[in-house]
């Protein structure tokens, strides 16, 4: 059994924090690999991989981004972390990047906003 002190010292992966990483500039393996590195490094047990902000669109699900994610995966498996990936970019989820959407109106998302008025007398 292994001893509670040295767990609370030395938590396995699972139990240390694990940063939303925003990958939110052009994808490059080498880089992201680099800052996962440094991720672990201080301390985190992984990361959750999130394509966010200024990412270019075109670069999120090519085969570049499947590259990336590959490189910090397999990194993540190398260094005995855990790496999540977080499947949309931007919000709302499930347009994969508004693709979805092209020439495909009836995926559209739509919405009903509801008002309330009260009118006193």
């Keep these: ?5 040295e767990l609370f010292l030395t938590p396995p992966a699972i139990h240390r924090p694990a940063p939303f990483w925003f990958w ?3 994808l490059d393996a080498e880089r992201l690999v680099a800052q996962f590195d440094d991720l672990v490094d201080h301390g985190a047990g992984g990361a959750v991989l999130h394509a966010r902000g200024e990412l ?6 090519s085969p570049l981004w499947f ?10 498996k190398e260094r005995g972390v855990l790496a999540w ?3 949309e970019l931007g919000w709302p989820s499930g347009s994969a990047g508004k693709r ?14 509801g008002y309330r008025y009260y009118i006193g007398g």
Excluded: I, Q
């Excluded at 590259?67 to 993540?76: I, L, M």
């Excluded at 979805?100 to 906003?113: A, D, K, L, Y």
């Design 56 to 61: 270019p669109n075109e670069e999120y699900l």
């Design 67 to 76: 590259e990336c994610t590959k490189a910090v995966a397999e990194r993540a």
């Design 24 to 26: 939110n500039d052009h």
């Design 100 to 113: 979805v959407e092209v020439g495909m109106s009836r995926c559209r998302r739509r919405f009903w906003m």
């Design 1 to 5: 059994m292994t001893d509670p002190k």
């Design 85 to 87: 990936l977080y499947d």
